[in-house]
């Protein structure tokens, strides 16, 4: 089945499909304007064109994606809030012919000029702005549906290709791991754009023909409560940040919430400080450790919560259909590669990118990890944030989840700063909760317990921000330090 037989198979479905704050979709009511939309885009291209798509979570989203599965074409997500040269570089990198975008038609117009791509203000009206020279033919195979940004980057060219097996298999394994039914209603709280929400919430919704609410609100703890309790949620997936707010907060209980049945998180490290809590506070839901990567289309294993305190640490057993090994490093470690019916075939326009990625039919993730006598998977660092401190290895993540375990840290950055004596050196940068004139001693003292020397940090500096992605994560690029 293609993402375009699953479509148009709901077509006549009256069930409930989109739900946002303030209106009702039924499947019919989304994919009869989808095919409007899909009827003006093959009206106006004679052939398979790479359409940015630049809208907020909405139904308009929703609508337009469907549009360009159904007229053959190839969807970009853009992130609604990227500046204008990071949109500027995705159009270019891509290939895009044409933009769907909410964004103001007097910024917009300049941003068209200049990369010649003809454009659609969707909350104006469905009239193709057209640029001489627009119209590039795609040059991505023609099974690839969707090119998604890796790890919630806004202004990356690494653009994963994902075909319609690559999705449609990843979402049945979702389904099949977790119980879903045609029952659940999905609570979307991360961007549509990025591949957690539209492939793993969206896609799985669509198979299971389910139900979707948007939130497209402020993520404040009890805003995001009475949304699940108003919308009757069954389902909701986090990145750690948001994650460790939920748990954190007084607003987030589970008498507030009683269609909740599984909280997902995932997308980076969570502490095991964070992961103990929850399982404290939200006893009788089913907690899912996640572990993913776009290049996966996107998850590869799953740890429910039932096994946490057991296999403490561990991000669980891979879902169906995905195998996992570990292949050794340059470094003495293992590297976690997976194959699998949901893995990419590559990056758009990176030949050597996607040829360095993808070996043999296994793709490396990158990722640095150990399984145990059971087959559960731990991750322990990624290759490329190594710190290598007097020849050791040192992994940034490892250190992170023992700071983030410290009462008065909200957050913390881990890196190396090159050193003439020692190769480098581990320094971090820390948010506190609440300030102290000890706050150094008292997380030097805690490191002192918990790791060996040479991999407590030798200096620590007090920040207001650490810069993450818009999924989440830590940017680790500006913290390569001389």
């Known amino acids: 089945m293609s993402l375009k037989d699953l479509i148009l198979r709901n077509q006549d479905n009256e069930e409930i499909f989109i739900l946002t704050e303030t209106d009702t979709f039924s499947y019919c009511d989304i994919i009869k304007q989808a095919v409007i939309y899909a009827n003006l885009l093959k009206n106006n291209y004679n052939k398979r064109v790479n359409i940015g798509l630049i809208l907020p979570n909405s139904v308009e989203y929703i609508e337009w994606l469907f549009a360009i599965i159904l007229s053959d074409n190839l969807a970009v997500p853009i992130f609604n809030q990227s500046s204008s040269n990071e949109i500027k570089n995705i159009i270019k990198s891509c290939d895009i012919s044409l933009c769907i975008t909410s964004i103001d038609c007097n910024i917009f117009y300049d941003i068209a000029e200049e990369c010649r791509v003809s454009y659609i203000n969707c909350f104006d009206n469905t009239l193709i702005k057209t640029h001489k020279g627009s119209g590039k033919k795609s040059l991505a195979p023609n099974n690839i549906r969707i090119m998604i940004s890796t790890s919630g980057s806004t202004n ?24 879903y039914t045609n029952k659940e209603i999905f609570g979307i709280f991360l961007p549509l754009c990025f591949a957690s929400a539209n492939i793993s919430q969206l896609f799985t919704t669509l198979i299971l023909g389910s139900t979707l609410a948007l939130y497209n609100g402020i993520k404040m703890a009890g805003r995001m409560a009475k949304f699940i309790h108003e919308k009757k949620i069954t389902t909701i997936t986090l990145v750690p940040s ?27 490290p969570s502490c095991e400080t964070t992961i103990e809590c929850a399982l404290k506070k939200f006893k009788g839901i089913n907690l899912t450790h996640m572990y993913g990567q776009t290049e996966a289309a996107t998850r590869i294993s799953h740890m429910c919560s039932k096994y ?14 995905i195998k996992v090994k570990l292949i050794p490093t340059d470094n003495h470690e293992q590297e976690i590669c997976i194959s699998g019916p949901n893995v990419t075939c590559g990056y758009y326009r990176q030949k050597k990118l996607s040829n360095d990625t993808l070996k043999n039919g296994w793709l490396h993730t990158g990722d640095l990890g150990k399984i145990d006598n059971d087959g559960y998977l731990y991750i322990t660092g990624r290759k490329r944030n190594l710190i290598i401190y007097c020849g050791l290895n040192v992994y940034p993540e490892e250190i992170e989840n023992i700071i983030n375990q410290i009462s008065i840290v909200d957050d913390v950055i881990v890196y190396g700063k090159k050193d003439k004596i020692f190769g480098e050196r581990i320094c971090a940068d820390i948010i506190l909760k609440k300030d102290t004139d000890s706050w150094e001693n008292i997380i030097i003292t805690y490191c002192e317990k918990l790791l060996p020397n040479y991999k407590i940090p030798s200096e620590l500096k007090k920040v207001s921000t650490i810069e993450r992605t818009n999924n989440g994560k830590i940017k680790r690029n500006h913290k390569i330090e001389c």
Request: charged fraction near 20%; aromatic fraction near 6%; charge should be positive.
């Open 308 to 321: 946490m305190t057991w296999k403490k640490g561990s991000v669980g057993k891979p879902l169906k259909g």
């Open 156 to 179: 990356n060219p690494k653009r994963v290709m994902l075909s319609d097996e690559n999705i449609i298999s990843n979402a049945e394994a979702i389904s099949e791991s977790l119980h």
């Open 242 to 268: 948001l994650f460790k707010i939920i748990v954190e907060s007084t607003d987030f209980i589970l008498q507030h919430m009683p269609t909740l049945k599984t909280i997902c998180f995932g997308g980076g």
